[in-house]
């Protein structure tokens, strides 16, 4: 293989923080799948018995959306275990990566507006079993992360026109 070939098969492969930023969008996505499974879970106890077979089947199409979307981290892992390489894949510097953080942020803010809102809402639904509400709190979590995290990563860090940044 001649030199012109190496580099450009070099050009052609993902960095390690190009793949570290799909992954992260990839758990994103396995997230927003949790949160519909989550829904659908809460969904089961209040439907009338002939539609919770719909509602395992949207469960089932999440367990497989969610296996989808992170088979390729376990593998990526599995094939590469260097150390510069992890280092580079693990890193916090990167947009995506301060995306994600902030998407934990409004997730984090929302949750717990949501939770004191149930807290005086739950008093009046006695007839709502309670595991209904812990799936109702794990879909606006997970939901609103993998929301605000692909709102957040939507444009790959370009400013928007008329910012001052």
Excluded: C
Excluded at 125 to 135: A, H, I, K, Q
């Amino acid at each position: 293989m001649t030199v012109a070939n190496d580099t450009m098969a070099a050009e052609e492969r993902p960095s390690p923080a190009d793949i570290a930023d799909r992954h992260r969008r990839y758990v994103a996505l396995a997230m927003l799948a949790a949160a519909a499974m989550s829904l659908a879970n809460a969904a089961e106890r209040l439907v009338q018995p002939d539609l919770v077979a719909v509602t395992a089947w949207v469960q089932a199409a999440m367990v497989v959306a969610i296996v989808g979307a992170l088979i390729p981290l376990g593998l990526w892992k599995l094939r590469n275990r260097d150390a510069d390489l992890r280092y580079l894949y693990m890193s916090e510097d990167g947009f995506v990566a301060q995306s994600l953080q902030r998407a934990k942020s409004i997730s984090w803010v929302t949750t717990f507006v949501f939770l004191s809102g149930l807290a005086t809402v739950a008093e009046r639904l006695d007839s709502v079993p309670s595991e209904v509400f812990t799936y109702l709190t794990t879909t606006v979590m997970l939901g609103v992360f993998s929301g605000a995290f692909l709102f957040l990563d939507r444009d790959g860090g370009e400013v928007p026109i008329g910012s001052d940044a």
